[in-house]
């Protein structure tokens, strides 16, 4: 027995060093399993944000087309001189973006824009960079610059766009072809209307094929519309070969309908290994027949909105006829499940 008047000397237990360690390895790995889950889940959330934008960008395109019975062109105004050549000012013309302002709820915006000028006179300096989200993929980076950045481009479809005469436009939006539902005879369901691409860096010494475009490569014996896979691939080598001489601003603005800023078109295939790029040396914007593909940070492919108002999700594994077809308003193709 213990002798009267001794207390039991009770000693309190602590973790060692080692059982510390074993937990917060056990925490760490914890960590590292959950946060890819929590970085999809965002991702997922992003993405169909993204998505949402574009339904809201087709039902805008319709409820333009009901009221004009026709789609916008890919660029309005400042397109033809009396002589029905390109002016010099054709690349200062509004877009599609602009024209459907009033149906995404900134009608206070549009009524803002000078259309009797150009898109960068003084009058339209201040609103042309405002931002609006609609027209913004939260998956995508923002805009370095002042401007206000652009993530959704309209399809020109598989055509080289600039100056490839009437005959050679077949897209739905297009450098001076008007088109409307009659006339999208492949489908609507099987028409490209609108896609994603990425924001320019905004940094012409370095070269980023998801953010710049090259400039000064000729065509050498190129198709105006539908070329081939090789065709396209002996370009894009050429056009790499050029990355000295880059425009880093591409998407920056949503007013300006020009190729590289708020029109793609469908002849490299989605988040194409090929950079952007276009024939004129002397255009210090995208003045000249050129390609410039769909684009997104989302993983495996492009979000694309369809004429009749759907959105589908396009593999960058897409058979690239099948794309370039899906951007044609009547060329006759069958396209089934793509």
């Known amino acids: 027995m213990r002798p009267a008047g001794i207390k039991k000397n009770w000693f309190s237990r602590g973790f060692t060093l080692i059982e510390l360690l074993v ?4 925490i760490a790995i914890l960590i590292a399993l959950l946060l890819p889950a929590v970085q999809q889940a965002r991702e997922a959330a992003r993405r169909t944000q993204c998505k949402n934008n574009l339904k809201q960008f ?44 009033p149906y995404i709820e900134q009608a206070p915006l549009y009524a803002s824009l000078d259309f009797n000028n150009l898109i960068n006179a003084g009058t339209n300096n201040t609103v042309k960079n405002a931002k609006i989200s609609a027209y913004k993929c939260p998956s995508d980076i923002q805009y370095s610059g002042t401007e206000p950045g652009n993530n959704y481009v309209c399809s020109g479809g598989p055509s080289l766009w600039w100056g490839v005469g009437i005959t050679n436009e077949i897209g739905v939006f297009n450098y001076q072809r008007k088109v409307g539902m009659r006339d999208l005879t492949d489908g609507t369901s099987n028409t490209i209307a609108v896609s994603e691409s990425t924001v320019g860096n905004n940094s012409a010494g370095t070269f980023d094929i998801k953010r710049s475009l090259v400039r000064a490569q000729p065509f050498p014996a190129f198709p105006q519309t539908f070329a081939t896979q090789a065709q396209l691939n002996t370009y894009g080598t050429q056009c790499l070969g050029g ?24 002849l490299n295939g989605p988040n194409s290994p090929n950079p952007d790029c276009h024939e004129c040396s002397g255009c210090s914007w995208y003045d000249s027949r050129g390609v410039w593909s769909a684009r997104s940070l989302h993983t495996g492919g492009v979000q694309a909105l369809l004429a009749d108002g759907s959105v589908k999700f396009v593999s960058d594994n897409i058979n690239l006829l099948t794309w370039q077809q ?5 060329d006759g193709a069958v396209l089934g499940e793509w």
């Open 23 to 26: 937990v917060i390895a056990i």
């Open 58 to 101: 087709g039902l805008a395109l319709h409820n333009y087309h009901d009221v004009y019975n026709q789609f916008p062109n890919g660029k309005y105004g400042c397109v033809l001189d009396s002589g029905g050549a390109a002016n010099s000012n054709s690349w200062r013309a509004f877009s599609v973006h602009t024209m459907i302002l």
């Open 243 to 266: 990355t000295s001489n880059v425009h880093p601003h591409v998407r920056r603005e949503w007013v300006n309908g020009i190729g590289g800023e708020t029109v793609f078109n469908t």
């Open 326 to 330: 899906a951007g044609a308003i009547n």
